[in-house]
């Protein structure tokens, strides 16, 4: 992508929020501006007085206006956001600025509680009560000054009701599109908040993973996403899956805004030094086969690696298909165990998961695209304190970590990498998912780091690489990826106006239309915006 003159994209910003128009030779427009523009490029102007956060924040809504009617991707906004930043301007001008997130606007998944807006997982069953207090990690960004914008759509439940759901689908929120290709699907379960960063529409968001929810979005959708080593970051006020693998973290279009954020929540500065790849060793687990286009992705990145000075050696994580067989059935032992203990917490929604599953019988939404099968499951699953559970959960554990740890240790790696995702799929009711491939399991049941850097396209669709290695090794591999990042210039100015792929349409694909729905109030301050149902459902 090409580099702005921060005066350029600070006129192109002003402009845009005025409704002026600007001239081709005067600045580029506000999707390229806000494409290119850092944190640290945001932070210099504010410093400068040049631009402010109420400014920043309002060019934002104005791109949301325009363009979440076809992504679909934001659930609810704050109406004290232009309060928000109107406070960060008060604080610098005063000289009493919070640090490089003070000012810079961010979106939060809807799976983490927040007391002044609603909390639903996606779920109807979840939309009568607010939570009675902020989940830890948004304490965090309010304190260091960020602009919450809003909360945003996810896969219902964080994909684990039924093992044939929509990703990016939710009974509060309809569909999320991908950016790219609009019938294409964005990913999950952190679909909105990658689809909104995508789209520009917030310099960053917060998505969650258990198993591959931040860095498959973040793929599909072409930017970066940091899923943490377990632990760094508060899992408290989340909507739970596993208390043994859920884990928060951040999307940017750039390295340095996730790592930034990411500093934020965890209180640990993460922020990229420069890194050279020289000499670095890195373990290549190409995944090759599934996908002609991810395999010609694969091979322009290892010999942009390798024209890096970095030395590269093949891999192959074992014991996957074990890891996986054992994953599932902790998982749902873990939910119904982790999902009661939070509902408790919650006044004014159903209590257990037995009740959710009613809630979803009466409902009627909540059943009108898929089945609650997990759902199911996770109520018949034994207890936690149960041996055989006890046990599938230690060898899933076990031979995930080993599955990285031995590769790095008998080769002396830096970092492994792998294809985060395929090609996006067609969003398609009728058949749910088509994942093609995916490498988020290792480092996901490990409790280990994984972050997803964009890596180059297939045909339109954005493809990304995913660094990942041992437990506390985030600072490490954040450096690696920034060091990507410089030298690949994967992620270039590829979103073609929000199409839909009409080369699918004439094969007589079935796929999802978009349908538009009514503007965003323009009165921010008078109530929270509830953008409601996409699919004339609610």
């Not at 944190?39 to 206006?65: C, F, N, S, W």
């Not at 950016?179 to 908040?193: F, I, K, Q």
């Not at 043994?244 to 973290?249: N, V």
């Not at 395999?295 to 890891?323: E, H, R, Y």
Request: hydrophobic share 40%; charged share 20%.
């Amino acid at each position: 992508m090409r580099k702005l003159s921060l005066a350029t994209l600070i006129l192109a910003m002003a402009a845009s929020v005025a409704g002026s128009p600007v001239g081709a030779s005067a600045a580029p427009t506000l999707d390229a501006v806000l494409d290119a523009a850092t944190i640290p490029d945001l932070q210099a102007q504010m410093a400068k007085g040049d631009l402010t956060a109420v400014g920043l924040a309002e060019a934002y809504l104005r791109r949301i206006r325009e363009l979440e009617p076809k992504v679909r991707s934001i659930l609810f906004l704050d109406p004290t956001a232009l309060s928000q930043a109107e406070a960060s301007d008060q604080r610098r001008r005063g000289g009493h600025g919070l640090g490089p997130l003070d000012g810079i606007p961010v979106l939060l998944k809807d799976n983490i509680d927040t007391k002044d807006l609603p909390t639903t997982a996606g779920s109807r069953a979840l939309l009568a009560q607010k939570p009675t207090r902020d989940a830890e990690l948004v304490r965090r960004l309010r304190a260091a000054g960020a602009v919450v914008l809003g909360k945003t759509n996810l896969s219902e439940w964080a994909n684990f009701r039924s093992t044939k759901s929509t990703s990016g689908w939710s009974g509060v929120g309809g569909q999320t599109n991908n950016p790219y290709v609009l019938d294409r699907n964005p990913c999950g379960s952190s679909s909105g908040s990658a689809a909104a960063v995508a789209a520009s529409l917030a310099q960053v968001a917060i998505g969650t993973e258990t198993d591959g929810s931040i860095v498959c979005p973040g793929g599909a959708n072409g930017i970066v996403g940091i899923k943490p080593t377990l632990g760094v970051v508060s899992g408290d006020g989340i909507v739970p899956i596993s208390h043994l693998q859920d884990t928060a973290g951040p999307f940017g279009r750039h390295v340095v805004d996730a790592a930034i954020t990411l500093s934020v929540l965890s209180g640990k500065d993460y922020t990229p030094h420069s890194t050279s790849l020289r000499g670095k060793r890195i373990g290549v687990w190409a995944m090759a086969g599934s996908d002609a286009g991810v395999d010609k992705v694969m091979q322009d990145t290892v010999a942009t690696l390798k024209k890096a000075g970095a030395i590269l050696v093949d891999v192959a994580p074992a014991n996957q298909d074990t890891i996986g067989d054992n994953e599932t059935p902790a998982l749902l032992a873990e939910f119904k165990h982790d999902l009661n203990a939070y509902l408790a917490t919650r006044p004014g929604v159903p209590r257990t998961l037995d009740d959710l599953i009613a809630f979803d019988q009466r409902d009627p939404v909540e059943l009108s695209k898929f089945g609650q099968e997990l759902f199911e499951q996770a109520q018949a699953a034994p207890p936690i304190t149960d041996p055989t559970y006890l046990q599938q959960r230690a060898t899933a554990t076990e031979l995930a970590r080993h599955s990285i740890d031995d590769l790095i240790a008998a080769d002396h790696l830096d970092a492994i990498i792998a294809p985060t995702n395929g090609p996006a799929w067609v969003t398609d009711y009728a058949s749910g998912d088509a994942f093609e491939l995916g490498s988020s399991t290792p480092a996901a049941v490990a409790g280990y780091p994984d972050i997803t850097v964009p890596a180059g396209f297939a045909g339109a669709l954005p493809i990304g690489v995913s660094f990942m290695a041992g437990r506390n090794s985030d600072a490490r591999l954040i450096a690696l990826a920034a060091a990507f990042e410089r030298i690949s210039q994967a992620r270039r100015d590829r979103r073609s106006n929000f199409r839909i792929d009409t080369e699918r349409r004439e094969q007589g694909v079935r796929h999802f239309r978009p349908r538009i729905v009514n503007p965003i109030s323009e009165c921010f301050d008078t109530g929270i915006v509830f953008l409601p149902g996409r699919d004339g459902v609610i």
